[in-house]
């Protein structure tokens, strides 16, 4: 019997209601380790990389991982995968919370959602069994009010509810899923291929008790691991002020994106800062399942013209960036209410406010007018203005209906001059951070297989000195600390090696916050967490090659789906100097960042000039025969 997951995938055909449950092999469990590997696994099995990602062809997957809800702090994350609305590739994203651990106790690891439903439904899903239910007095409504009929509806208050609200329904490109209302799948526009298949929400209740391979094993590292965690200064400041910690620190270093990623320094970030947040409109923190981090921070605005529902979570940092320096605003309280609107109707926040952002800079430079915006002063810091927009986008309305598509498509709607202010790398927007600041992180943004992602690998400056984070990763084969604005081939060959182990957590279903290199769960307690939760002797190496084969199989899809080694780049303004802050005149050179990809092509075992990958590399990571037969893909797979 499987020991830490359940071995068992729920396929749903919208548009038959046909529902059928199938066993997922141990041996591709083993392989692939769920989340990103699963999906990746069943998308090129199933999925045309050329579908259109609307289509009642493209699918739909849910996946946990196969340690997702073991009772460690950390290990709650699921993913979900489809072709991408926003890249037209490859698309992926991971939320934490509870609903991931809740399918586990429902029996199942994985869900694919196939075909398209013919009026709005919700899947239902408890202890083993699965149905759909009608969800047309649910269309329409905010994910606040559409969760509390579905747990009314169903006399059942624990029930877990992921799901899309009205930018979903609307098909915004960028559209998220949420569960809990605060835990979300941000990036890719997954919520807008649900919507797309007319399906509202997936609601879960499970019973069912996980077993593990040693349970008191598990245990025993449950208990040490609070207790390390406990009295970790490394995740007090987590605790403490919530990814908001993160502001401040990258303002004083020059790279808090500003006013569309021309500064890297904002007057006015100390208003939407952690110590700021904690002062006026905090209310409480909260965390996902068994977490003793509690990271998420809750704020309520009750007072004056802007109201604030504390049941939609509160502003993380990549939301405070966005619709604060990114669109030279210092108001908190619009900040925050920005990322509510996001939250209650599931748009994603960081491509909002890029999109938002880039549409100020086309209004500065004459592009868009007044008469394009509805009357609508769309110019940086205006607060008012930023806010009206989030609502147009919402809705589709006005200029809002250009910008629900991002600003690749509304630059193309605009005219070629307004390309040069689209922030976006395959299609998709960038997050807030700037890569002339981190050029680990930019490498990441651009080799993406899902376009521009901040959690591609462990952020550069965590590793700029010899400490806990270093220590724990030098069993990867890391040699030395290197600076954040290296560029050099010892840069890249750290980035590959990191990428592969931050990479893993996508899979496993661990939060980035919990394992090394922020927590201390090292990779030798992670092995042993392994052997107890699943009974499997699995290596460190044996995990890292899934992630590589992962990676590895999603770069022949975004291939077969059009993409070319032309892509992996950067949006022009990084080649251009820093017009503020402590990187004041920084740029990235062209021609050396362009060495940088083609060195990680080499170590990734991809043609240094094509992106290909190659045949000996397929060999190594035991891609599976039928991927690599298939002509689909295969024209893509070089000697």
Not at 112 to 117: N, R, T, W, Y
Not at 389 to 413: H, P, Q, S
Request: hydrophobic residues 40%; aromatic residues 10%; contains cysteine.
């Amino acid at each position: 019997m499987p020991y830490g997951y359940c071995g068992k995938l729920l396929r749903v055909n919208l548009s038959t209601s046909e529902i059928i449950t199938e066993e997922i092999p141990e041996a591709v469990m083993r392989k692939y380790l769920g989340g990103k590997g699963l999906i990746t696994y069943y998308l090129m099995k199933e999925v045309d990389p050329k579908e259109d990602p609307y289509s009642d062809k493209n699918k739909l997957i849910f996946a946990t991982g196969v340690l997702t809800g073991v009772p460690v702090p950390g290990f709650i994350r699921f993913a979900v995968g489809a072709k991408a609305p926003t890249t037209n590739g490859y698309g992926q994203s991971e939320a934490g919370g509870f609903w991931g651990p809740e399918l586990k106790k429902a029996g199942f690891d994985a869900i694919i959602l196939e075909g398209k439903a013919a009026s709005p439904v919700y899947l239902f899903i408890t202890d083993g069994t699965a149905l759909l239910k009608d969800a047309s007095h649910l269309w329409g409504k905010t994910t606040e009010v559409a969760q509390d009929i579905i747990r009314n509806d169903n006399n059942d208050q624990a029930i877990r509810v992921a799901q899309i609200g009205p930018g979903g329904e609307n098909v915004v490109r960028y559209a998220c899923i949420t569960n809990e209302l605060k835990h979300f799948n941000g990036r890719c526009g997954l919520g807008a291929v649900m919507g797309s298949k007319n399906i509202k929400a997936i609601a879960v209740r499970g019973t069912q008790k996980i077993d593990y391979f040693d349970g008191e094993k598990v245990k025993e590292l449950a208990r040490w691991y609070n207790e390390q965690m406990k009295n970790s200064p490394l995740l007090y400041g987590l605790h403490n002020e919530g990814t908001a910690i993160f502001v401040n620190p990258l303002n004083a270093g020059g790279v808090l994106p500003t006013e569309n990623y021309r500064k890297g320094y904002f007057e006015q970030a100390e208003n939407f800062s952690g110590p700021t947040i904690n002062e006026t409109i905090f209310k409480k923190r909260e965390g996902c399942l068994g977490c003793s981090v509690r990271c998420k921070h809750v704020v309520e605005i009750q007072q004056g013209d802007i109201k604030v529902d504390s049941r939609l979570g509160g502003p993380e940092y990549e939301t405070l960036g966005a619709f604060g320096s990114l669109c030279g605003i210092g108001d908190l309280a619009s900040i925050a209410k920005a990322g509510e609107l996001c939250n209650k109707n599931t748009l994603d926040s960081i491509s909002t406010g890029v999109s938002i952002a880039f549409a100020m800079e086309c209004f500065e430079k004459g592009l868009i007018t007044e008469e394009h915006t509805g009357g609508v002063e769309l110019r940086f810091g205006n607060a008012e203005a930023m806010l009206k927009t989030v609502e147009l986008i919402i809705n589709r309305e006005g200029i809002g209906d250009m910008l629900a598509e991002g600003v690749v498509r509304a630059a193309e709607k605009i005219g070629p001059e307004a390309s040069q202010y689209a922030m976006a790398i395959k299609g998709q927007e960038l997050p807030i951070h700037d890569p002339r600041g981190k050029l680990g992180v930019g490498l990441g943004f651009a080799i993406s297989d899902t376009g521009a992602d901040h959690m591609q690998s462990m952020h550069d400056g965590v590793l700029d000195k010899d400490n806990f984070h270093f220590r724990a990763m030098k069993t990867l084969g890391l040699e030395e600390t290197i600076s954040p604005l290296d560029t050099s081939e010892k840069k890249v060959k750290q980035f590959y090696l990191l990428q592969k182990a931050w990479g893993s957590f996508n899979s496993i279903g661990a939060c980035v916050f919990t394992p090394a290199p922020r927590g201390f769960l090292t990779f030798d307690k992670l092995e042993v967490l392994f052997q107890a939760a699943t009974g499997w002797d699995l290596s460190l190496y044996e995990m890292v090659k899934a992630t590589e084969r992962a990676f590895y199989m999603s770069r022949l899809f975004n291939l077969a789906a059009g993409f070319t080694a032309e892509d992996d780049r950067l949006p022009d303004r990084f080649h251009q100097p820093m017009e503020n802050g402590a990187l004041e005149g920084s740029f990235i050179d062209r021609e050396v960042f362009r060495n940088m990809v083609q060195m990680y092509y080499e170590l990734s075992g991809w043609d240094r000039i094509t992106g290909y990958p190659k045949k000996w590399k397929a060999v190594e990571l035991n891609i599976d025969q039928e991927i690599l037969g298939d002509p689909v893909y295969n024209q893509y797979i070089v000697q």
